[in-house]
């Protein structure tokens, strides 16, 4: 299992020769405690629901729950590895279909992207298709991510 968003692919993909249906190599990382605190601490979402049980238990969650842009980031993260260049992805979207509670422990919350070619679209462009699970429960509802490929 990896913390971060994978490893770069191999070899760039080639828009000329990429099939729609294809996958991309799936992501398993793990979403502790620690990265919440890092994650509110980058992008200044302080909500407590994702840092103080208490807090989260109060909302109606079962403990502190991941914010729906890390999870989404993951997703995202993974296809800017598949095209090989952080800045290939130009668009993304998501609907955050059910909340992704992280435990207390060394351990964390499973989140599991596939990700899949939907459309070649023109100037490079291809839109892929992205599921991310926890606990085999669908987390990001029509999910995808525009990427502008570069010469392979």
């Known amino acids: ?26 992501l398993r990382c793990a979403l502790t405690r620690a990265d919440l605190r890092r994650y509110a601490a980058a992008s200044g979402d302080h909500n407590p629901i994702h840092l103080d049980d208490a807090a989260a238990r109060a909302a109606g969650f079962p403990s502190v729950i991941a914010h729906g842009m890390l999870s989404m980031a993951k997703a995202v993260g993974l296809v800017a590895d598949w095209a090989g260049d952080p800045a290939a992805p ?10 992704v509670p992280v435990p207390d422990d060394a351990v964390g919350a499973v ?7 939907a ?22 509802s029509s999910a995808w991510v525009v990427v502008r490929l570069g010469p392979a």
């Open 1 to 26: 299992m990896t913390g971060g968003t994978g490893a770069p692919a191999a070899a760039r993909p080639d828009h000329e020769t990429l099939a729609e249906g294809t996958a991309l190599p799936p």
């Open 90 to 99: 130009e668009e993304s979207f998501a609907r955050f279909a059910r909340p």
């Open 111 to 117: 989140l599991d992207v596939r990700a899949t070619v």
């Open 119 to 140: 459309a070649k679209l023109p100037d490079r462009r291809v839109k892929v298709a992205v599921e991310a699970l926890c606990a085999g429960e669908k987390v990001l």
